[in-house]
């Protein structure tokens, strides 16, 4: 492996981090505190070495706190790692945060102009490109408002439009494809294509497995700072999700749960039309009731409950969740019980799991996630149809013309 | 900082002082006004103390024969002004900048520069009333508007300089700030402002005000506008060491703390 076909070389990278016992941020504390040496030694990345080859999508996959963040900003240039270094032999250009640098109270144009120069563009560069970056963000005449009037949507779509425009021949995200609707998804996701399809150099740093599944060529896995594992991005994937699973704490029923803790779901209970008991099986075209029994230690502000109902075979018949129809608690704490009624249910004969999500507002942060809350059966009711999953109650007629 | 990487970035620089500049006066009824509203105010309360309370008698520019209180004044105030309130708003900038510094990778010394652009610019409107201001009060100040802006220039450099050193510092300890609050007030009374060194009769004052960095900017630009003379050699030699040692010091301090900036935030 030639070192001139390289785009980026990470060698023998070791990063540590002081984790202060006692955050001195005035002289007073640190006069007072006698010495520095109160401090543990936190190594983020230990030894960390591979090579990403010019023209390769390379994924950077691990859990949180595996050290990813971390090398990503050791990559960018933003930390200067302790030991070893890392050298870029492309025009890079990192992707930690759209629209970092982004002044409310500046238009559109003038923060496309500051973004552009921070992200190391000159001026005629921007001024060329300033039409296609108007065009993809798609915001028109707002180019001339306040950033501060944009909606969030807004806000990311011109941000991204910034950071893909700077034409770089290599390329640091930090999973931040998912951003904007689903048009402007596709979009980001065409613009992706492209870049890979130009022969430019792309580092993913994810953890959506699938995408690194799809996208990379190689890929790496962190995990405790470490390189686990290296190579084929399928062969890793399979790897590393086994080991995840493996991590969490099994229920005695089959249950996974995951999640940080604040709030959790204790059981699931489900009925079926007036009986009193909680069943396992219902006909189709039964009244449900689905009671979630949650506790949470301290207040949990704004949650949002979600269900996931699968069939046995694998298919996802639905995903609701309580943000779907804003219901949305201001806090949350103690025990309580959320309920999901269904009338006159659509589920088909079958075998069916039940999956449930606690996470904050904005679905990022997991407080819990039980997968396999519930197994339950359906038995043929009314409608009956002889397969599928489930009914459109549909009305038939048969007429001669 | 190589001088290089900061040439190759000069459009940052222009763009970040622009920003500086845009959103100062942002949501205010009189904008920019503002910052010739404020130095005259000064200029009207101190007046009045000096003429009517403690009733002193104003200094006589030497050979300009000008004898005129607020515009003695102006020539101290508005380069202490531009001093203490540039070091002021940076002192805080790098910190403030912490959601772009852990996030892209860029010459974070433009941060502080963009500020004493900014501030410079100010200085250089308000100094183009002062010129008017003194071509009605007879001080025929146009031919020496070259020198002025050399020794601004040495004033800009000497105050980048202290604005890097206590930027930096103030990321890791945040009493910096609070610390600047108390000695910009110490600064304005040591310096030149509102009296005249030569009538204080303490030896030990008169020196501090004499040959004080800010007292020594002060006189020199007050010896070019006030009394249409250059300042003395030895002064001059002052004023280019303590620009070019302040900026050396602060860039070489900078550049040592600044790697650790995104860790620190």
Known sequence: MSTSANALEVDHVTKTFRIHREKTNSIKQLVAGKGRNRYDTFTALNDVSFEVREGEVFGVIGQNGSGKSTLLKCMAGILQPNKGRVSIHKRMSALLELGAGFHPELTGRENVFLNASILGMGRRDIAVRFDDIVEFAGLGAFIDSPVKTYSSGMYVRLAFAVAINVDPRLLIIDEILAVGDVTFQARCLEKFVEFRNDGRTIVLVTHDLASVKNMCDRAIWLRHGVITGEGDPSDLVEAYTEMMLGDRNRGADGSVRRGSGELQIDRVELFAGDNPEPVKRFRTGDDLLFRLHYHAESSVPRPIFGIEIEHLGGATVTTPCTRDIGLIPDVVRGHGVVDFAVKNVSLLPGTYDLHTSVTDFNRQHEYDMVHLALRFDVMSGRPYESSGIVTLRPEWTISES | ?265
Not at chain 2, 26 to 31: A, D, E, F, N, T
Not at chain 2, 225 to 254: E, H, K, N
Request: hydrophobic share 55%.
């Open chain 2, 1 to 265: 900082m190589s001088l290089r990487a900061a040439v190759a970035n000069r459009n940052l620089l222009y763009l970040l002082s622009l920003r500086e500049l845009r959103t100062r006066y942002k949501k205010s009824v009189l904008g920019w006004a503002w910052s010739l509203l404020n130095p005259l105010s000064q200029m009207l309360i101190f007046s009045m103390i000096f003429l009517y309370v403690f009733e002193q008698v104003p200094t006589t520019g030497e050979p300009s024969g000008l004898k005129n209180f607020p515009l003695y004044f102006l020539c101290g105030l508005l380069p202490f002004n531009f001093f203490s309130i540039g070091i002021g708003v940076s002192i805080g900038q790098v910190q403030n900048g912490a959601g772009l510094i852990k996030k892209v990778q860029f010459p974070h010394e433009h941060l502080v520069f963009s500020v004493i652009v900014a501030q410079f610019v100010t200085l250089l409107i308000e100094m183009v009333v002062l010129t008017i201001a003194m071509l009605i009060g007879g001080n025929m100040v146009l031919p020496w508007l070259p020198p002025l802006l050399l020794v601004l220039a040495l004033l800009a450099l000497f105050t980048t300089g202290i604005a890097l050193v206590l930027s930096s510092c103030n990321v890791f300890f945040h009493d910096v700030n609070y610390l600047w609050g108390i000695l910009v007030q110490l600064l304005f009374y040591a310096t030149p402002i509102i009296y005249d060194p030569a009538n204080i009769d303490l030896d030990v004052l008169q020196k501090i005000a004499n040959y004080g960095p800010t007292g020594s900017f002060v006189i020199a630009v007050r010896n070019i506008m006030y009394d249409l003379r250059m300042p003395g050699t030895g002064r001059l030699i002052q004023l280019v060491v303590l620009a070019f040692g302040s900026f050396l010091i602060g860039a070489w301090v900078f550049n040592r703390l600044s790697p650790r900036f995104a860790e620190e935030m």
